[in-house]
């Protein structure tokens, strides 16, 4: 049983797509998970930044990516990447969720609109 601040391995991600971006209507272009508390957020270079917009309000500091076939961490609080335990599955988005996602919201000129 992993002790690292921040990351909580028995708990599940909140879904398959980007918490605050499927309430709204938005979209996104990589997903991050919360190491701690599974909120799923849109990455930097996504339109609304949700995963870094989560750890400044919830003080969560470790993310995980949620693309398929990554199983690097980062650590806001370091600035840094670390090495971390196998979360609660899924680990990633489905792999037939197209990237950007979801589908059916992207705008055709959606590289545009990356950060
Ligand atoms: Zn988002
Ligand atoms: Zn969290």
């Known amino acids: 049983m992993s002790v690292d601040v921040g990351i909580d391995p028995s708990t ?63 650590s806001f609080r370091t600035g840094d990447f670390l090495d971390g335990p196998d979360l609660a599955p899924p680990e990633a988005h489905p792999d037939e969720q197209p990237v950007p996602g979801p589908a059916g919201r992207v705008p055709a000129d959606w590289e545009r609109h990356l950060h």
């Open 12 to 74: 599940p991600p909140s879904g398959t797509g980007c918490l605050e971006c499927e309430q709204t209507g938005g979209w996104w272009f990589h997903l991050r998970r919360c190491a701690q508390c599974g909120h799923i957020g849109c990455c930097d270079s996504s339109p609304s930044q949700h995963a870094s917009r989560h750890a400044a309000e919830s003080g969560h500091p470790v993310i995980r990516s949620f693309e398929p076939g990554e199983a690097w961490f980062w």
